[in-house]
């Protein structure tokens, strides 16, 4: 059993969607961070998105969504995406599934094999001090990630 989770659609294809044991608790509900994940990335102005569980006092856990915007949603509504993206979860999945913040970002950390190092994220979503970056592709990336964080901590 490897932990990752798949699906056949109706072509016969097999889409990997993630890892199963990657879970979030947000007020006693688990949802899975693939699902919140594939909603984002429905969205039109969404390219990439990675989800992570943050420390909550009310909920538990609260989910912080890494995005990457389309070239072609970049500039069209910056100050507000983050709330519309917000919404389009909810209205997608559940209400439960909002994400607490939603932190556009111009690339996410990953190794030179294309893994998402989701530790990092979580680092930054629970304010800590980055671990160990040498395994990224590009570990700059997670400057520009600790700005954005930053800058949408300042406008809160």
Request: aromatic share 4%.
């Amino acid at each position: 059993f490897t932990g990752d989770g798949a699906r056949k659609d109706e072509d016969g294809y097999f889409w990997l969607m993630g890892r199963i044991d990657d879970v979030i608790n947000v007020s006693g509900h688990r949802m899975g961070t693939a699902e919140v994940e594939s909603a984002l990335v429905s969205h039109p102005a969404v390219a990439e998105a990675a989800v992570v569980g943050a420390s909550d006092e009310m909920t538990g856990q609260g989910i912080v969504a890494f995005v990457i915007l389309r070239a072609s949603a970049s500039a069209n509504a910056p100050d507000t995406i983050g709330e519309q993206l917000r919404a389009y979860v909810a209205a997608e999945i559940s209400p439960i599934a909002k994400p607490r913040q939603v932190l556009i970002v111009p690339e996410l950390p990953k190794t030179r094999s294309g893994k998402i190092m989701r530790r990092l994220l979580r680092d930054v979503a629970e304010h800590r001090s980055l671990g160990d970056v040498t395994t990224l592709a590009d570990p700059s990336v997670m400057a520009l990630i600790g700005e954005g964080l930053s800058a949408s901590d300042a406008s809160e």
